[in-house]
């Protein structure tokens, strides 16, 4: 599983830096402008509208597939796919003909205070991209499918495609025509899934255009996938909220900083939380299938172990370096100082809470993986509530940065909240005492690997250039923490080393 994990981080990586290079030329060109706000709500609300229904459909397939798989035999689990693969071109098809019809309001969901013109545009823009939602909802059923089948390569590399499109969308835009960047987002959100159709049917899968309202396990699928969709409609209006908070604190340019700042943020949590926990999630399902409870809670204290690795010191360095980070992705064309320092800000914030982030995303898989989907949904009302209030104290105190601090320590409290409940579901978990030692060390080792590593960044900032004593510091700051990691002899450290020695050691005896 490490291994996998790794490669899918290494594919992220690369795609998640063509990502910091599109927001980093929208920042050049538009900055916190108007037309930046609008392309970046054409970008989030149509993913936010399917999420509702995304997340749903694939939280409930991989279990349900492998159930089928192991009852039934991959003839009738592929049908089940087929089956639900058209079903979602129905949803799909639905959903599109209601934001077109709703898209003025539905703006006024992310943002509420916008200005008229920015209203206007964003609207605008959002007509246009709402026309890729029924090649997402498609994906989304066939990306399960992947999944299942444990091909993780093909997905991870849609990334590269939708950035690609979007680079030179922006870049065409700013010179040519704005009405570009929507266009070249809706075509590149086609285009990237062309890859699932040979991957899916190299694997023997066979389309079948008929579809069984009444199948059972279609129904089943549904009765998972219900309260998930309820979940996540309830930590969606959470996004709403904030968003819609950004805009009344400062009406043009705080949807776009709270966007550029999660977007930093959110390379640390596509890196390690996704690409992990999209591995962990598959074996937890099979553990749980074969009712191997064992086995089940080593994968969870296990797949934390291997993201908190790399969180810990992740989450560090982002507070640590943000304005040099935010410079160094931003600072160009049309963005100014104030920029900076407010998005630096809210970087930080954000970055408070990726240790949250992790162990909530491992604990939800844990509990779709026993079919509950409920005690999720619960969690999420919960939450949603401590993130509202304490977003609006800390925005009250501290302006924009105050949302992302809110949302952070609600991701402390869902996932504080959810262990306990998992707890009392599955039993106690053997080994907890060594998993808390573990993590002190790793946390230890991130703190040290911070403090030295800053030290060093502001005595050469002094003789160097702000970008390359960035990286000198980076580098150095990896070297202190496995160092430190070494010498306080962390199991996972060693784990993760002898996964790969074995893994190529297989390679070469293949070769």
Known sequence: MKSTAFLLMIITVISKFLGLLRESLLAKYFATGIVADAFNIAMDLPILIFSFVAVGISTGFIPTYKRIEKDEGVLLANKFTSNMGNVSIIIGIVIVIFCEIFAGPLTKLLAYNFPEKSHAL??????????????????????????????????AIQGFILNFFIIVSIILGSKINIYILPIGLTLGTMVQFIPYFPAVRKTGFKWTPKINWSDKYLKSMLYLAIPVIFGVSVSQIGVMIDKNLATFIQSVGGYSTMKYASRLSEFVNGIVVVSIGTVAYTALSESTASRDIRKFKRMILSSMDSMNILVYPASIGLMVYAIPIVNLAFNRGE???????????????????????????????SFYALKDTKTPTINSVYMIFVDLILSLIAAYFIGLPGLALGTSLGAYFGSFTLAIRLKRKVGRFGGIRIFLRENTKMILSSLIMGGLSYLLYKFILNYLGSTISLLIAVIFAVIVYGLCLYLLNVRELFRTLNSFKNKFGKIRKRG
């Open 122 to 155: 964003a609207t605008s823009f959002l007509r246009i991209t709402y026309l890729s939602l029924v090649a997402t909802s498609v994906a989304t059923v066939y990306r399960g499918y992947l999944y299942a089948r444990e091909n993780y390569l093909v997905p």
């Open 335 to 365: 963005w100014t100082q104030q920029n900076t320092i407010i998005t630096a800000q809210t970087l930080q914030c954000y970055a408070f809470g990726l240790v949250g982030i992790a162990f909530r995303d491992i604990l939800l898989k």
